[in-house]
């Protein structure tokens, strides 16, 4: 009896198939922001981060000039951090254009050197500009919150896109939108005012001591949670309207949430529209 041929394989191959590579874990965005926009801020900020007394802004030169600088960077590294996502990801959205010119303007406001009262109102001169952006946007044919509502769509097919831009182009959901878009600049503004408040009480020190570096780390330490919560808050109240005025002219199953949904409701009526 003639021997069996021997399979080209090795061994362990005809054992079992190989094993798929693991999956790396990519650390989620949001971990990535907070790093670069608070936690890496704040550390820059801290007199005592290499030990009491000893801060990066001793590396920089000490005295004032070293706080300074200090003040700059942490101020300049969420705005680098922005701008190099936009780039590097390739994200030319409104959205993240809005998001852009946003950090853009804080970074070129971090060399307004100033301290007392009008530091708490440089502190909170985006979330200003941005909700008299948002008003002012109310009054026109494409309201801000609009621009976020079409972002939210870009993952849909091309037909049924059309189809929900044009749900919410409609004059009743327009509507809607501008009180929904009125209602997030007032929130954003109201952020604003409380941010203001906390800096004008917390940040007494003269701008380019180490005490004020200091007590801006602790008010950027101590705001984020709540501003961020005021915002959701915000953008909740904006989107009931939205989602008001929608279910009031398309039906009460119609969502502004699922696009295909509502892209199918606007297909239906102009169904029904060519069979009349």
């Known amino acids: 009896m003639s021997a069996a041929p021997e399979s080209p394989l090795p061994p362990e191959s005809q054992a079992s198939p190989a094993a798929p590579a693991p999956k790396t874990r990519r650390v989620p965005k949001t971990v990535w922001d907070l790093v670069f926009t608070l936690l890496i801020p704040i550390l820059i900020l801290s007199p005592n ?3 009491e007394g000893i801060g990066l802004s001793s590396m920089l030169g000490g005295g004032t000039a070293g706080n300074v600088r200090a003040y700059l960077l942490a101020a300049l590294v969420p705005v680098v951090y922005v701008l190099w996502d936009i780039v590097v990801n390739r994200n030319v959205s409104p959205v993240a254009l809005i998001g852009g010119a946003g950090a853009i303007f804080s970074g070129a406001l971090a060399f307004w050197y100033v301290d007392g009262f009008w530091y708490a109102i440089k502190d909170s001169a985006r ?3 941005m909700g008299v952006a948002f008003l002012i946007s109310a009054a026109t044919s494409v309201p ?7 972002a939210a769509s870009i993952g849909e097919a091309p037909q049924d896109r059309a189809l929900t831009n044009r749900a919410l182009r409609d004059p009743a959901v327009h509507r809607g939108l501008a009180a929904g878009t009125v209602i997030f600049a007032l929130v954003d503004l109201l952020g604003g005012a409380a941010n203001s408040v906390v800096n004008y009480q917390r940040v007494t020190a003269k701008f380019g001591t180490d005490a004020f570096n200091a007590q801006v780390a602790e008010v950027n330490a101590i ?7 005021i ?9 009931y309207f939205v989602q008001k005025a929608v279910r009031a002219r ?7 949430f699922e696009t295909a949904a509502l892209a199918e409701r606007v297909r239906q009526e102009d169904r029904r529209a060519a069979g009349a």
């Open 144 to 150: 801000l919150l609009r621009v976020f509502l079409d």
């Open 250 to 256: 398309y039906g009460a199953g119609a969502s502004v």
């Open 231 to 239: 915002s959701i808050v915000g953008l909740m109240a904006a989107l």
């Open 127 to 129: 979330s200003y500009l």
């Open 223 to 229: 705001m984020r949670l709540p501003s961020t919560l």
């Open 49 to 51: 981060l290499l030990g």
